[in-house]
Each structure stands twice: as C-alpha cells, then as structure tokens.
C-alpha cells in the first residue's frame, strides 16, 4: 500500500471542509427561505445576491475538495447541529429577526472555518496551499456577508423592539466595513474572485502545478518517511488526474486535436502506472530513489507541457467558453468518482 501524506493532518483538514460544504449547503437553504418570507426590500435585495454567492461558492468548495484530493464526511456534531438549526429555521419558534440573528452566527462559524482551513494548510504544505487557494474567495465573501447581515438585523430587530425604523445610514456604514475588508484582503482575491467558472485550462493547470508542488516538495526533503508520504500523495493525485483525462478530457479532444496526438498522450500516461510501481521497489532512503524519480519526472513534464501547450491552444480554439466550463465539470466529476474509489481500495487494503 502506498503510504500517503501526513495522514492526520491531512485528514483532520478534509474533514473540516466536508464540514464546510454542510453548513454552506445550509446557509444557502435558509437564504432560500428568508427571501419567501422576507418584507423589506432591502435587506431582500441584499440577500439575493447573498445568495447567488453561496451557491457559486458551493460549486468552489466542490473543487476544493476534489482538488485537495481527499474526501470525507462532516464531524457528527456538525451533522447535528445543522440538523438542529434546520429544524428552528423551518418552525415557527422563532421571529424573523432571530432566524437572521442565528443565520448570521452561521455566517460567523462559516468564515472561522475558512480561516482555520487556511492557517493549517500553510502548516502542512505548499500543495495543500495551492489546493485550497480558491477557498480565499469564500472567505472574503463570508466576510462581507457577514458585514450585510449585521446592517439587516439591526433593522429586523429595531423593528421587532420598537416597531420603529432604525436610524438611517445603516446601508452606508455595512459599505464602508465592506471596503475596508477588501482594502485588508488585497488584489489576491479580486483575482481569484474573477473566476467563477472555472474552464477545463484552469483545473487541469491546478492539477499539473500541485503535483509538480509535491515532487518540489519531495526533492527538498532528507526525510525518508516524508519523501515516501509525499510519493504516496503524488501517486494518488496523478492517478486520479490521469484516470479522468482518459475518461473525460481526451474523447472529447480527440476529433480536433487529432488522433496521433490524442493517441500520444494515452501511451503516455499508461506508462505511469509501471513506472510508478518501480519506484515502490526502490527504498525512498537511497539516492537511486530521487535518481529515478528525476528521470521519470522528465517525461511526465513533458506530458505536462504539451497538455499545456497544443492540446490547450486546441481546446482554445475549438470550444467555446461555456463547453470548456463544462468540460471541467465534468472533469471534475470523473476525478471525484476515482478518488472514492481509490479511498475504498485503501480501506480495503489497510484491512488487510
Ligand atoms: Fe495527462
Ligand atoms: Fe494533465
């Protein structure tokens, strides 16, 4: 079996994004909800883009999670505290101004979550940054929500105390919170916030720069066990990218990009698998291990560079915007379903 990368960690971060994807999921039902039952104008202005937001951001946290390369299920007492707060947001216990109240703790919980995501991260490695870098996105907007969700409680609960309109001004003051948010936050993530949708370049360029993070990585390390944790996790991610592009990327190339090219890079890619098993007979504590490693690395960036080059200027010139975003879901979609089936082969094997 191959070991994989500082399993604990890694792990204990994958979990806090399924816990993540939960609560967005949850967040976005109540959003849902408020805009039936919400009367100002306003506020319901406010929450509809809110929520255009957290549904964009639920497909970001999706391919996090895939590109992170690990995927797990919420911890059971997030599972039940959502539960819980669903069951209030649903019923009539609470007023309106108190379902915002808890929404906006949500909210609150929601940012905390991606910035403890971030800080570990940047303990446990430099791909694990590169794989959670969109996550930077979510987190300024939660932010900024959460600036909007204090203007509209304010409000609400005015309103519900005194039956009087709060103080004007409260719009002008969430935008001035807002600006100096995004002053503080800084161009990194106006720019990753331009790419909603990210086309099949995007994610296979992810993919390829996280994996040569890893090799990077590797070849820095004296550390036989760290050098064999971050084979394993090269191993994992390449298989999973590699599977994907077969099953998805490739056929859907082929007609333009031409049949020897195409051809090129399955024969390729089909050598991984053998070379990938020779090196698990080479023990990562003697050179020869780096030694091989290198030259194999040669080919597969090779590999990578005529993805890159020809087969991204020939998906450029031959799809349009909108089928190369849905290239990459589909993408996507294909890599999430190896990877499951790849966690249950380890299972598997850890039992035997
Ligand atoms: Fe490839
Ligand atoms: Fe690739």
């Not at 895939?66 to 505290?81: L, P």
């Not at 592009?245 to 090219?261: I, K, S």
Request: charged content about 30%; glycine content about 6%; proline content about 2%.
């Amino acid at each position: 079996m191959v070991a994989t990368l500082d399993d604990t960690k890694r792990n204990a971060i994958a979990v806090k994004l399924a816990d993540m994807k939960l609560l967005q999921q949850l967040i976005i039902d109540n959003e849902e909800r408020f805009l039936r039952e919400c009367s100002d104008g306003e506020i319901a202005n406010n929450l509809r883009k809110m929520l255009d937001d957290d549904r964009k951001n639920q497909g970001i946290l999706d391919t996090v999670v895939v590109q992170y390369g690990i995927q797990k299920n919420a911890e059971s007492t997030v599972q039940e505290m959502v539960a819980k707060v669903r069951k209030l947001m649903q019923g009539n216990e609470l007023s309106f101004f108190e379902k915002v109240f808890q929404h906006e703790l949500l909210k609150h919980q929601q940012v905390m979550n991606g910035i403890t995501i971030h800080k570990a991260a940047q303990k446990v490695g430099a791909d694990v940054m590169a794989a959670i870098g969109p996550l930077n996105t979510i987190n300024f907007e939660n932010r900024a929500h959460q600036e909007q969700l204090k203007g509209s409680l304010e409000i609400l609960g005015v309103r519900e105390l005194t039956g009087q309109d709060a103080d004007q001004g409260i719009w002008a003051r969430v935008q001035d919170a807002i600006a100096a948010i995004s002053g503080a936050v800084g161009s990194a993530v106006t720019q990753t916030s331009d790419k909603q949708d990210m086309n099949i370049q995007d994610v296979l360029r992810m993919d390829h720069n996280k994996v040569n993070i890893l090799f990077t990585e590797l070849m820095q390390s004296n550390d036989p066990q760290k050098i064999q944790e971050y084979f394993g996790q090269i191993y994992k991610d390449l298989s999973a990218h590699a599977g994907a592009e077969e099953e998805v990327v490739y056929p859907r190339v082929r007609p333009f990009y031409g049949e020897a090219n195409t051809q090129e890079l399955y024969d390729e890619q089909a050598r991984w698998g053998p070379w990938f098993e020779e090196l698990r007979g080479i023990s990562p504590a003697t050179p020869q291990f780096k030694d091989r490693l290198r030259q194999i690395w040669d080919q597969i960036g090779d590999h990578i560079r005529q993805e890159e080059s020809t087969m991204f200027a020939a998906i450029r010139n031959n799809m349009s915007s909108r089928e190369s975003e849905e290239l990459a879901r589909q993408f996507k979609a294909a890599k999430s379903r190896i990877q499951e089936r790849m966690g249950g082969e380890t299972r598997t094997e850890a039992a035997v």
